[in-house]
């Protein structure tokens, strides 16, 4: 008797469980949380990247006591321009590590301003500070003055103190896995998911 009412409860709440996975299915913006993950071994790589010595034949003049950490080519520079042509990026943002979220939405067509591209250049990352030198303009972000990094699906997602445009950085996962190709000593170094590795190392920067 007992067992039997034991089955019947396990029965219901199976049940009960398939009906409010039908009725609620799991939101569509989980499924863009990234899966992939920063291992052990590859944390001390991207740490030991940052501390070891500069990168040779850095194109920008260093401050006295300042490295040259990463140098990245064909990065795309954007921003919210007001265009005739309504939308503008909106989304969520969900925490992947400690101190860093992943920002995942879609354009809507209910504002007057739209991310375009700016312009295409090198991307440099020093102790002290965040280089953009492209094609038409140069761009200078001293770390102090940042004040969070995020990724915004493929992009790098920086805002600034006293600046209120949000600028974005694209094209970084093709540039790391360039970078990591090219690179003398990339031991454990994955070339999947750039952004998020380069987000990683730009916050080891800050601790610096």
Known sequence: ?????????????????GYRLLRYPKPKVKELIPTIKISEDETKALKALVSNKPIKDSPIRLNEGERAI??????????????????????ISLRVIDGLSYRVGEFSAKQKEALINIDLGELIFTS???????NKESLE?????LLSINIAEEMLEIHQRRRSKVIFFDGLNEAWKRYV??????????KESGTLRIAFITKEILKL
């Open 128 to 134: 002290e500070r965040l280089i953009f030198l492209g």
């Open 70 to 91: 990463l140098r990245l080519d064909n990065i795309d520079l954007l921003e919210y321009k007001n265009i005739k042509t309504k939308g503008m990026y909106q989304g």
């Open 141 to 145: 972000i001293s770390l102090k003055k």
């Open 1 to 17: 008797m007992i067992f039997d009412l034991v089955i019947i409860i396990v029965l219901l709440i199976v049940m009960f469980l």
């Open 181 to 190: 190709n090219l690179s003398e000593k990339n031991d454990g170094l994955k």
